[in-house]
């Protein structure tokens, strides 16, 4: 009798529900995973998108240094650099006037503007547009202005162009001008999200080109 007594016992403890503590630890632990993996699934959401914007803006200035690279080391004739794509504004020597030391070297001029002549006999000029054209943007054209007849090397939807500019240096007048090309981006718009934006400071892009293949 009372082994049966006990075995009553037994099932009533084992049919008991869970108490409200308990209830609430399961509910408070679920919560925090569905936390945890709602930030990762953002964390990864946000670093891809970043990813992304990054990889938009270093391929739209590796695609312009890549033509113009091109272009200007196969130029048959070098037409000059300018500040304003003015006729006769263009300037073929670029030499300086280097002062003994301790002078400091002179930095070379800034241009926004250069010619070539191709070995097919097309002139081109690259172009460092202004904001005024809206956007800025590098362009290669034929004709001038350079900045109204433009072909634009950069997404002008995906990136935006600051700090263009050419430089042009010569040992001297006999020496192949070295051509120095040097600007920035950065993702297009304004009051963009952080994980949209490829960087918070404008990314530069530079490369110099010896002009070897001059017909002299």
Do not use: H, W
């Not at 990813?51 to 312009?64: D, F, L, P, S």
């Not at 995906?158 to 050419?166: E, M, P, Q, R």
């Not at 090309?181 to 530079?206: C, H, M, V």
């Amino acid at each position: 009798m009372k082994l049966i007594k006990n075995l009553k016992l037994k099932i009533k403890n084992s049919s008991e529900g869970f108490t409200l503590i308990e209830l609430l630890a399961v509910v408070v632990v679920f919560m925090s995973i569905g936390i945890i993996v709602t930030s990762i699934l953002f964390s990864s959401l946000r670093g891809s998108s970043k990813t992304n914007a990054i990889t938009t803006v270093r391929q739209n200035g590796n695609y312009a240094l890549i033509q113009m690279e091109k272009m200007l080391r196969n130029a048959r004739k070098f037409e000059g650099v300018s500040e304003t794509d003015t006729v006769g504004s263009y300037i073929t020597n670029c030499t300086q006037v280097i002062p003994d030391p301790p002078a400091p070297t002179p930095t070379p001029v800034a241009y926004r503007f250069i010619k070539i002549t191709s070995f097919d006999n097309r002139q081109t000029t690259f172009a460092c547009c202004p904001a005024s054209s809206d956007p800025a943007m590098i362009s290669s054209s034929s004709a001038s202005p350079a900045c109204s007849n433009k072909v634009n090397l950069l997404d002008q939807n995906a990136v935006s162009l600051s700090d263009c500019k050419f430089t042009c240096t010569q040992a001297s007048v006999s020496e192949f001008p070295i051509i120095s090309i040097d600007f920035s981006l950065n993702t297009a718009g304004s009051n963009l999200l952080y994980e949209k934006k490829a960087s918070d400071s404008d990314i530069p892009f530079q490369t110099s080109v010896m002009m070897r293949n001059l017909k002299r």
